[in-house]
């Protein structure tokens, strides 16, 4: 268990703050809705990592957009899936190996559909400032072996906005790389974070525990999701978000293994959504 857990569990034990426990020292949002995340924004209907994404993802009343982050040559915080700009704009080569206004030049839309023309790179701030309080975000920092200290950028643009207090708003933060997430969880001690899965080695008991003592969320490949799994995980008081739902015959299965979130393109998909 964790410090955030332990410190709620002591309270709790004491009887000091009762129904206080989701909104103060967070563990996960133990909601019995299924939440919806717009995986990459609603990335099914607009191009990926981009504003006209996330706004898609609000429209279609996504629990959470999540966004994907990388860094610039010049150690600006950019909001892009691919470590190169090759796939997803007109631009080529390492997002690394280029300053924030040379991607700024590029079009991230057109790779998509010529609707879409004009779409730019998204920065970290743009995002956290446009989209905060109108749906939750989860971050994902991409890549951090190619980016030392983004973990502290990160903090910073949060701490910047008042965004790293208990539940002041909807923010976590996953990665692939857990020893970032080690790192973020002691620079953001409230912040969720969360470990992306895609090995059932990292789905064992002892595995689960040791991640419990940092990470509030496991979110695995949903090819690796069981009801048993995410007992494994609920009995560590984690959360599970589940990802990628491409099709809507792979949404029913994890409703019935009954994982907390379900990160799809397709945010309609999700019978919880509330869309008008
Ligand atoms: O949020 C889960 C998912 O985004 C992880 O994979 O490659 O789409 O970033 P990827
Ligand atoms: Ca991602």
Redesign the pocket.
């Known amino acids: 268990m964790n410090v955030k857990k332990m410190a709620t569990a002591s309270l709790l034990s004491m009887g000091i703050i009762g129904s206080m426990f989701t909104n103060t020292i967070t563990a996960y949002d133990h909601s019995d809705q299924v939440q919806t995340v717009a995986?990459?924004g609603a990335s099914g209907y607009a191009p990926e990592n981009t504003m006209a994404a996330f706004q898609k993802g609000v429209d279609m009343k996504a629990d959470y957009i999540?966004i994907?982050v990388q860094q610039t040559k010049d150690g600006e915080l950019v909001v892009i899936?691919d470590v190169t700009l090759d796939r997803t704009t007109n631009g080529t080569g390492y997002v690394k190996n280029h300053t924030l206004e040379e991607i700024r030049q590029l079009d991230a839309g057109s790779y998509f559909s010529p609707e879409f023309a004009g779409e730019k790179v998204p920065t970290l701030e743009e995002v956290l400032d446009e989209f905060r309080g109108k749906t939750g975000i989860?971050i994902?920092l991409?890549a951090t072996y190619h980016y030392p200290g983004i973990e502290e950028k990160v903090a910073e643009a949060l701490k910047e906005r008042n965004m790293h207090k208990p539940n002041n708003d909807k923010i976590i933060v996953?990665s692939f790389q857990f020893e970032s997430m080690k790192k973020m969880d002691k620079l953001l001690p409230n912040v969720p974070v969360g470990l992306?899965v895609y090995l059932a080695t990292d789905l064992t008991e002892a595995k689960l525990e040791e991640f419990s003592a940092y990470a509030e969320y496991i979110?695995p490949s949903k090819s690796l999701v069981t009801s048993s799994v995410v007992e494994k995980v609920h009995e560590q008081d984690m959360g599970i978000m589940a990802?990628?739902v491409r099709k809507p015959e792979e949404v029913q299965p994890l409703l019935d293994a009954e994982v907390d979130a379900i990160?799809t393109d397709y945010p309609d998909y999700v019978p919880s959504h509330k869309e008008d």
Do not use: G, V
Request: no cysteine; charged share 35%; hydrophobic share 30%.
């Open positions: 995986h990459r999540e994907d899936h989860l994902e991409k996953q992306l979110n990802w990628t990160i």
